[in-house]
């Protein structure tokens, strides 16, 4: 209990909990999801899929990617690659106003950015869009 608290607090307090606290996956998924740490976590626990997705879906990393087979290392570099900003991490505010069907075919989108409000000028995406397509083109704005 003592372990778990200092890491919801901190995550470096897991460097120094004793080994067999290291490698209990209680205390890692802890760990990882209140701080995004996964570096003192055993390295026993880099090969288990739970602890796995939560490091990469916090942190867009994991460096026990290379333990898994090459079809779920592929699984998890994709769900790497595609994190936009995870828990703890800085990311800019974007309000969508208005969400409109396009004349020409599509989705118009105008968003306002950051807390100044800068308006943005539409964005246009295809029928088909999904949320993750939308965020995609904000952030690259």
Known sequence: EVVLEAVRRN???LAHAAPELQADKEVALETIRKNGSWHFVARKLFADKEVAVEAVRFRSFWPGLEHWSKELGKELQTLADSAI???????????????TRSPVGGIEVFAIVGLAGKELPRVLLSGGATYGDLARKLADL
């Not at 900003?85 to 969400?99: D, E, N, Q, R, Y």
């Open 11 to 13: 995550g470096c307090a």
């Open 85 to 99: 900003a995870g828990p703890l991490a800085l990311a800019p505010l974007h309000v969508v106003a208005k969400v």
